[in-house]
């Protein structure tokens, strides 16, 4: 009588779920450890991005567009400066996130885009994390916005 031995024993088993749950905890600590880093990479790719979408508004429209940053209510709101001033939109920065420099802006707080697309004053916006790192968004005179790495 031959018996069949093709199967996996239960130690077998419990030795492969052990390893895929430890293996899974330490992708986990990772993850935590980086998700910071990676949500102010984030936000600041959007605040770039509405830089460059304000900029783009003021050229094809001919009028004053601009961001004004709120370091009290961490968010900063679209504007249109025609013969009115028009409030487009307001963003809310994530809690985790927060406004720790704005210098050189118009009046500290604002990025004004001429129809030029120029900004009437260069400046950075500096974006900081719970974890105190850091990025800055800056805005040349020409109107060409960059993170500095």
């Known amino acids: 009588m031959t018996v069949n031995n093709k199967g996996f024993t239960l130690t077998e ?11 899974v905890t330490i992708s986990w600590v990772a993850f935590q450890r980086l998700q ?7 936000v600041c790719s959007d ?3 509405d830089l460059r979408y304000v900029q783009q508004l003021a050229i094809s429209e001919q009028v004053n567009y601009g961001i004004d940053f709120s370091t009290t209510t961490n968010s900063y709101a679209i504007y249109r400066f025609a013969t009115t001033t028009e409030q487009l ?9 927060s406004f720790c420099d704005l ?10 885009f001429n129809p030029y697309g ?8 500096c974006l900081q994390n719970r974890n105190n790192q850091t990025k800055i968004v800056d805005i ?4 060409f916005v960059r993170v500095q790495h």
């Open 47 to 49: 605040l770039v991005s």
């Open 140 to 143: 040349r005179p020409s109107g």
């Open 13 to 23: 088993i419990i030795v492969v779920i052990a390893i895929f749950f430890i293996l």
């Open 118 to 125: 120029a900004v009437l004053n260069a400046g950075s916006i």
């Open 36 to 42: 910071p880093s990676l949500q102010l990479g984030a």
């Open 89 to 97: 939109s307001t963003k809310n920065l994530p809690a985790e996130i």
């Open 103 to 112: 210098s050189g802006l118009t009046a500290n707080t604002q990025a004004i």
